[in-house]
């Protein structure tokens, strides 16, 4: 009767139960090793390696690039990521277009290679009776000019600051030049003799001044043309002053429409004289600067 009076222990005692794990060698039974074990133990061992466990996968995902393997984590982060990466890529693809017209042109001026079709001629200058040339224009007339070509000027920066670096190109007959120096031309534009250009007389010491505004790409002296500087200008167009005495601007730097850049000269073994030759490029063509420019 007292063993069946006696309560049966409860499942909190039994995990305090104490069992011993003996190992021992299956052929000789000898004892190798025992340990005393209970289930709370065992229990309390486990949670213990599953917590930690699951605490270095959280930090593991939380702390490194692994997250981002995890669905449905960072797609705002990265869609705005690849938003910006791609506009990158097209403003440096627009950049390396630009960059390979320019290198391509600018290497066609240097090999002097000219397209085979024909350009096209300055109109033919006009006849006028020897009694009108030598007439003085009055002050009112200057005042007038003057005014003409202030407006023409502010004009163009206006149009070019409405197109803006990627508007439209304009053409050369549609933008203002201008004039370099003063003074009458010698030479005039002859492609078919290697003369890509016109010779302006100038007496010594003439500032030379820039015909738009641009940046200076070249700024050195040649065997051939002496001091000579070279500005790229909007619209894909090139202008050079060669055979300089003197130059006032290093490569790189930003020049305004009429600011000096160098001055007149007799330098370089193309030069019998102390002059100016001018070229106008667009396209990497050579064009007729008395076509544009008044000297």
Do not use: C
């Amino acid at each position: 009767m007292a063993q069946l009076n006696k309560k049966k222990p409860g499942r909190w005692e039994r995990l305090k139960d104490a069992y011993r794990l003996v190992i021992m060698n299956n052929e000789t039974f000898e004892e190798v090793g025992s340990y005393r074990l209970s289930l709370l133990n065992v229990y309390t061992l486990i949670s213990t390696f599953v917590v930690v466990v699951a605490t270095l996968v959280v930090l593991a995902i939380y702390l490194t690039p692994i997250r981002q393997t995890v669905p449905g984590y960072g797609k705002v982060n990265e869609s705005s990521m690849l938003f910006r990466l791609n506009q990158e890529i097209d403003q440096l693809e627009t950049e390396l277009a630009k960059q390979q017209v320019y290198a391509e042109n600018f290497r066609k001026m240097l090999a002097q290679e000219v397209p085979a079709e024909p350009e096209e001629s300055a109109p033919p200058p006009v006849d006028f009776p020897d009694s009108l040339l030598n007439v003085e224009p009055i002050p009112e007339d200057l005042l007038l000019r003057e005014e003409i070509k202030s407006t023409q000027l502010v004009r163009q920066m206006d149009q070019r600051e409405q197109n803006g670096t990627g508007g439209e190109k304009m053409r050369p007959e549609e933008l203002f030049f201008f004039p370099p120096v003063d003074g009458p031309v010698s030479a005039g534009f002859m492609p078919d003799k290697k003369h890509f250009g016109v010779d302006v007389l100038a007496p010594k010491n003439t500032p030379v001044k820039a015909a738009m505004e641009g940046f200076v790409t070249f700024s050195d002296w040649t065997r051939e043309t002496g001091h000579t500087i070279g500005i790229q200008h909007d619209h894909n167009l090139i202008t050079y002053y060669k055979h300089n005495s003197a130059l006032l601007k290093k490569a790189g730097e930003s020049v305004r429409a009429g600011e000096a850049i160098a001055i007149i000269g007799n330098t370089g073994t193309m030069s019998s004289g102390p002059h100016l030759h001018f070229e106008v490029w667009f396209d990497g063509k050579p064009l007729d600067p008395s076509a544009y420019v008044k000297f």
